[in-house]
């Protein structure tokens, strides 16, 4: 997700679908000058506004459950509905590394790995969500900030937050709710936290918010291409203190 806004334009861009693909991953274009846009980089490759940078907002992946339990009153776009059945689950089982093939030999992941991918401070991080599922919670440090990353399977949804508040550094745990959904504790003060939204709920820190990062989810073939010099969770060695 991104904002519309750039400052090399005078009003918010509307955007578009061209139809073409650069190694797999749709191209967009803007009604204002019809400049080309790459939707994993969110920058323009051709055109006008050609190596302009959308600023990316930290968004959401999850069920439409889990979404409406966050927030009751959302309204949603259904367009091109298909029920519970997912029009993908064939793609998703089969080989194939998108429509054009992929660009790069990168055996570190199978290709058709599933994960979320991330840009800090000029360095990519990739964690697959099946590495999340065996930790469900992962404190880490990318392009020398410390992130904390999470998987909640019975939501399908995984995020990455910043785990720095008030120049402290903490470290997350789950913590035990009984049947409830866990929230996090973090090591340092004993707050806790809520998974899904970041705000602490108790403890020496209630009140405060975890800042999320913005992630995009991508099979590991799309990711890789563009960014080849990634960080693996769970395959590399951390990407920097």
Do not use: C
């Not at 009984?178 to 403890?203: K, Y």
């Amino acid at each position: 997700m991104y904002a519309r806004d750039v400052d090399t334009y005078p009003e918010p861009l509307t955007f578009g679908v061209s139809g073409k693909l650069i190694m797999n991953v749709l191209v967009m274009y803007d009604h204002q000058t019809e400049s080309y846009w790459s939707q994993i980089l969110g920058q323009a490759v051709e055109g006008e506004l050609a190596g302009t940078d959308l600023t990316p907002i930290a968004s959401l992946q999850t069920t439409w459950k889990q979404w409406r339990e966050l927030h009751p009153g959302t309204l949603a776009l259904r367009k091109g509905y298909f029920g519970s059945r997912d029009p993908y689950t064939s793609y998703y089982a089969g080989n194939n590394a998108g429509v054009l093939g992929q660009t790069l030999e990168d055996e570190r992941l199978p290709k058709k790995t599933m994960g979320i991918g991330l840009v800090l401070n000029g360095q990519p991080a990739y964690y697959p969500l099946s590495a999340l599922r065996e930790e469900l919670v992962v404190n880490d440090v990318v392009g020398g900030e410390s992130v904390l990353a999470i998987l909640r399977p019975e939501a399908m949804t995984a995020f990455v937050f910043r785990r720095t508040v008030d120049d402290q550094v903490l470290t997350f745990s789950l913590a035990d709710n009984g049947d409830a959904l866990p929230d996090l504790v973090d090591a340092e003060t004993g707050s806790r936290w809520s998974i899904f939204t970041g705000v602490a709920s108790d403890g020496p820190l209630v009140g405060k918010t975890l800042e999320r990062v913005p992630s995009t989810t991508s099979f590991w073939f799309g990711w890789k291409d563009f960014h080849p010099d990634t960080y693996v969770y769970g395959v590399d060695e951390p990407a920097g203190d």
